[in-house]
């Protein structure tokens, strides 16, 4: 009998092997390799996602059924749901706090969009202006709140600020330096315009962002048809423009909830509580009071109601989606 040589046989081999490919590995390896390799990719993310984000939102909540008070020696104790009946039925200075702060909301929310809005449309008809005009429009919003609020508060000062002494000179002299910051009928007003002042533009942006999206077409044809000027801005561009300007009113009005920069700045919620908001509030509680579990409660309450006015928001952008589609 004749032995092939060897060489010969490592070239069938490899012929054979060339041909019918490598061979086949185990099917719940090679699953098990591929499953696992993305999530040990993902897993330090996760993990730092859980470590600011769900950890203290789940540590507070607990907070929120325990009194712990800081300047006492007594350690926390489970009181149940006693901090909400605290602050819904039984502190007149936490439902003071929401109404500055839904004064805030209604009113300056709703000058923010309207002289966003006009300023969108003057902004949107000035062609090759526009990006300057723009850029200094957007000045205010780069400023951080804390310096905004400093700025305003040497602005409205009664005695070297530069708007009593503007309104001296308009008045020829009879009008004598006014403390702003300190009448009680007054000092929200001055927080609320300091507010305006700083994110109106914001909603300016928002609006022309959404006059470009409109396609010209819409508006030739409304021209065409022999519309007027406010005829088109009423029934074709503001319609386009509605759910553009909600989603920047949500932004606002959760913004809005958050205002405390602006406050700490101006007048620290004073004279009196007058202009303290729901976020001045729950920073007193728990920074300057100690009160660690209704400081919680309070946070949790701020929560539910921001969460149910942006419901609120989604379900009518959901029903005008809806509308547009039938």
């Not at 850029?135 to 609020?149: K, R, T």
């Not at 319609?239 to 920069?261: A, H, N």
């Not at 007058?274 to 976020?279: D, R």
Request: hydrophobic fraction near 50%; include cysteine; aromatic fraction near 12%.
């Amino acid at each position: 009998m004749t032995v092939p040589p060897l060489c010969c046989g490592a070239h069938e081999m490899e012929t054979r092997v060339g041909r019918e490919g490598p061979a086949p590995q185990p099917a719940g390896r090679t699953a098990r390799r591929f499953h696992l390799t993305p999530v040990l990719m993902v897993l330090p993310a996760v993990g730092v996602l859980l470590a600011i984000t769900v950890f203290p939102l789940v540590y507070t909540l607990r907070l929120t059924v325990m009194s712990w008070e800081l300047t006492t020696s007594f350690p926390a104790q489970f009181v149940g749901f006693q901090n909400f009946v605290r602050a819904l039925s039984q502190d007149p200075r936490f439902w003071n706090a929401m109404m500055n702060t839904g004064v805030l909301v209604v009113v300056g929310v709703g000058l923010q969009t309207l002289i966003g809005t006009g300023l969108a449309l003057e902004v949107h008809r000035l062609g090759r202006l526009r990006t300057p005009v723009l850029s200094l429009l957007m000045i205010p919003v780069m400023i951080a709140p804390v310096i905004a609020g400093f700025q305003f508060r040497m602005i409205y000062n009664d005695q070297f600020g530069p708007l009593n002494f503007l309104l001296d000179q308009a008045t020829g002299g009879r009008f004598h330096g006014y403390a702003w910051l300190a009448d009680p009928h007054v000092a929200l007003g001055a927080v609320m315009f300091t507010d305006v002042w700083q994110w109106t533009p914001f909603m300016t942006l928002v609006v022309l962002a959404g006059l470009q999206a409109i396609p010209a077409e819409l508006l030739e044809v409304a021209e065409v048809d022999g519309a007027t000027g406010p005829q088109t801005l009423w029934r074709v561009t503001l319609p386009l423009l509605l759910p553009v300007i909600v989603i920047g009113i949500l932004v606002r009005v959760m913004d809005t909830f958050k205002l405390f920069d602006i406050v700490y700045q101006l007048t620290a919620g004073g004279p009196g509580n007058v202009t303290e908001t729901i976020a001045y509030y729950t920073y007193l509680q728990g920074f300057k009071f100690f009160s660690l579990g209704y400081t919680a409660a309070l946070a949790f309450i701020q929560l539910a109601v921001i969460t149910l006015i942006a419901q609120v928001f989604l379900r009518y952008l959901k029903r005008g989606r809806a509308g547009t589609a039938a």
